[in-house]
């Protein structure tokens, strides 16, 4: 190795993104220097002139050289160039390391399997993926997880199941699946940092990705006013009328967390009725007789204007009663309008991280859910595949709650404790046959 370049990364209070950034750095062995903005002006300031007006958190330096926030730096990541940035030398020669079990992603569903399955003396390898702990380090308060009378954070739930995956034998990486060669046994499993594994079994448990609108300005304005996280970026634009899109139980837990910060939060869905459990329902609902929280039915956002030296100006807005408006834009009741706000964030959904299963034989829905066996018995986990395992959010479109998540995950161990007994057992009887007919 190099002398260590000087990294450096600027963070807020409760930032899971800022935390996913330390922990890529620490896996790597990197000395890194911090510094918190959180409720310091003049240091949010030189954050913000530094990172070229970016206002969110966290922006990494690397001798003095903006790499940008999370998503850059794990970009970065997968192609090995963060590496190259950091003096790290690797000689592209090493050998092909073989695993037992190989389980793909870090959020509840993986970790859980993780647990299980180093009880079950599986020493599995953990890949951690693009978003270390998944969506739930997103969360700021996790109220319904079984055992925590008092909630939880997101975060420290995701670090207890880590730390306690670890107590078994399970082994954490951070790296990103690349590809999964299902056509040889063992599967040939390459990260994108050109890494590679040979595995006997592969559980599939990398989550899901928010998912964005490809509306104009979307680009050009993420992280400079447009998020998807607010509990990373809320505090960035405190006193701001803020937006948030969409209709489902994380639209209304955000918005509800950014009242803390926004001068009203308006939520713009593109239905009549909400998506939501009745609880956030009410909750969203108890803010709106506070004044906090306004609520823009049959109402969607078609573009965001602004600029990165000064943000998010305002946005489109189309409506229309009966609901879907971008659907009626023809219908002379679509009524379009622009409408002031300093922030927006993106509440909308996820999109199943499966690209990496392409090829394999597994079967995918059009959105890239995995199917599994289901039903009754053994093997609900099962793909397509032998020897291929789904759990979480790579699977469930319709649940995805950690605790469903966590259920799907000790299914999956258990799936693949079983189907290894049964190929060690095989290759036990055809050595012994073979040793037979030496005799």
């Not at 190259?84 to 959020?107: C, F, P, W, Y």
């Not at 400079?224 to 960035?236: E, H, K, P």
């Not at 219908?331 to 927006?344: C, I, K, L, R, Y």
Request: glycine share 12%; proline share 3%.
């Amino acid at each position: 190795m190099s002398e260590q370049p000087r990294v450096e990364i600027y963070t807020k209070t409760q930032c899971p993104y800022c935390d996913k950034a330390k922990d890529l750095f620490d896996s790597k062995g990197i000395e890194y220097e911090t510094y918190n903005v959180t409720g310091d002006d003049e240091l949010f300031e030189e954050m913000v002139e530094r990172a070229d007006g970016r206002k969110t958190a966290p922006e990494v330096f690397i001798d003095d050289e903006l790499i940008g926030g999370w998503d850059e730096t794990s970009a970065l990541e997968e192609t090995g160039e963060l590496d190259e940035k950091l003096g790290l030398v690797t000689d592209g020669g090493s050998e092909t390391e073989h695993r037992k079990l190989i389980i793909a992603g870090t959020g509840i569903a993986g970790l859980t399997a993780a647990i299980y399955a180093g009880r079950g003396d599986n020493q599995p390898l953990v890949i951690e993926g693009d978003e270390p702990g998944g969506q739930l380090t997103l969360t700021t308060d996790v109220a319904n997880y079984p055992g925590f009378p008092e909630g939880i954070s997101g975060p420290e739930l995701v670090n207890n199941m880590k730390e306690q995956a670890k107590q078994f034998g399970a082994e954490l990486k951070n790296g990103i699946i690349e590809s999964v060669d299902a056509d040889q046994r063992p599967f040939r499993v390459e990260l994108t940092n050109g890494d590679v594994y040979t595995t006997d079994a592969l559980i599939a448990a990398s989550g899901a990705s928010a998912r964005t609108l490809g509306i104009p300005g979307e680009d050009e304005l993420m992280g400079y006013g447009l998020s998807t996280c607010a509990t990373c970026d809320g505090a960035f634009f405190r006193d701001e009328d803020m937006l948030v899109v969409g209709g489902g139980d994380a639209a209304m837990e955000e918005a509800t967390f950014l009242t803390k910060f926004a001068d009203t939060v308006y939520i713009a869905h593109r239905r009549e009725e909400f998506r939501a459990e009745q609880y956030w329902i009410d909750r969203v609902h108890e803010k709106v007789e506070d004044g906090e929280i306004e609520i823009m039915k049959n109402t969607e956002i078609t573009e965001i204007h602004g600029s990165q030296e000064e943000g998010v100006d305002h946005v489109t807005l189309v409506e229309n009663e009966q609901g879907h408006p971008t659907d009626r834009l023809d219908d002379p009741e679509t009524n379009e309008f622009e409408f002031d706000v300093g922030a927006v964030f993106f509440a909308i959904g996820h999109t199943p991280n499966t690209d990496y299963l392409e090829g394999t034989g597994v079967t995918m829905d059009d959105e890239g859910y995995l199917r599994t066996q289901g039903g009754d018995g053994g093997g609900q986990t099962e793909t397509d595949v032998p020897g291929i395992f789904g759990a979480g959010d790579v699977v469930d479109y319709h649940y995805q709650q950690a605790v469903t998540a966590a259920g799907m995950g000790s299914k999956a161990a258990l799936d693949a404790d079983e189907y290894l007994e049964d190929l060690e057992r095989a290759e036990s009887s055809a050595e012994t046959e073979a040793a037979a007919a030496d005799d």
